[in-house]
């Protein structure tokens, strides 16, 4: 595990929002470079960076590949423990350590959670069954169309969302954000988000749901490829959007220093230097990690407590 830490980093409602009932929805954008989408003209996604939490310097610093990275982000654990390390997924742990929704559905299975995927491997092999309901399509726009079908027919709690075109684009044209048709993509991706978002704000009961919206990626690439240690490789950005979470954008301030390794308390690099650049949980002291600490992402929601409740380690340390 090299010499990383996690750290969680819970979203607490504010009392305000706190008899609302909890929704939350992940974006996944494959293979999707934080540079790139930094220059990308992204409307939708800017709306939801405006209102959360943002940071382009993430990184997933284990295996870049869709296979191990989307198991980290969907189990939360790395690939030395979901045993997933590239895209044939003999093996696995899931069964030590399952998908999200298995935490979900096991605490309450009332709860109605679904995954509507691009790349199929992920609801074929990752959450397999543990969700209510799992859809693969053929194409970007179809999981848009479908998400919002499902947004508007269902009273979903938890959904997961799978993007594969700008991972497509990557690989037919490079990586990288000098590249047109790999921006195109991106702003593609944007233009299916929008109508999400409608969809939810469109909900009958909208007023008295509060939405948690994570939008984040597992890779990024470097020419034509991915599944490589470099820096373009590794780092990924990571968006936790909503009514309720405090709006910060977190960036790392230290040059980065190769290899990107996250050194909690060490010198080497990839620390937050205090100003003004942590996560603090309003209301509850416990959870104040302080302003030195890497963190990954591990949302529990717990109607009975009150917190925002989706459960899930994110794979993406900060820089
Ligand atoms: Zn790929």
């Not at 989307?70 to 790395?78: D, F, L, N, Q, R």
Request: overall charge negative; aromatic content about 12%; glycine content about 6%.
């Amino acid at each position: 595990m090299k010499n990383t830490f996690f750290l969680l980093f819970y979203f607490f409602s504010l009392c305000a929002y706190s008899q609302l009932d909890k929704k939350v929805l992940i974006i996944g954008i494959d293979g999707c470079r934080p540079d790139a989408l930094n220059i990308a003209s992204t409307p939708s996604i800017d709306l939801l960076i405006g209102n959360g939490v943002f940071s382009s310097d993430a990184l997933n610093d284990d295996i870049t590949i869709s296979g191990p990275g989307w198991s980290a982000i969907i189990c939360g654990v790395w690939s030395d423990k979901h045993l997933v390390t590239n895209n044939n997924f003999d093996g696995n742990n899931y069964e030590e350590y399952p998908s999200i929704f298995q935490y979900i559905e096991s605490f309450n299975s009332d709860l109605n959670t679904a995954s509507i995927c691009h790349w199929a491997p992920i609801n074929d092999y990752i959450v397999d069954d543990t969700a209510d309901f799992t859809l693969n399509v053929s194409n970007d726009s179809a999981v848009s169309s479908e998400a919002i079908d499902y947004i508007t027919e269902n009273d979903v709690d938890v959904l997961f969302l799978h993007f594969d075109d700008v991972d497509y684009a990557g690989h037919a044209y490079g990586f990288s954000p000098e590249v047109d048709e790999y921006i195109d993509a991106i702003e593609g991706v944007d233009l299916l988000i929008g109508p999400i978002m409608t969809s939810i704000e469109n909900r009958p009961n909208y007023d008295n749901e509060d939405w948690l919206i994570i939008v984040s990626t597992d890779h990024g690439g470097k020419n034509i490829s991915h599944g490589g240690s470099s820096l373009e490789e590794e780092n990924v950005f990571f968006i936790a959007s909503g009514n309720s979470v405090e709006t910060e954008v977190i960036e790392k301030e230290i040059i980065i220093v190769a290899p990107p390794f996250n050194c909690l308390a060490e010198n080497l690099e990839l620390q937050f230097d205090g100003d003004n650049d942590y996560v603090s949980i309003e209301q509850n002291p416990l959870f104040d990690f302080g302003e030195n600490r890497d963190f990954t992402i591990h949302l529990i929601k717990n109607k009975l407590i009150n917190l925002i409740f989706v459960h899930i380690f994110v794979q993406n340390y900060l820089l």
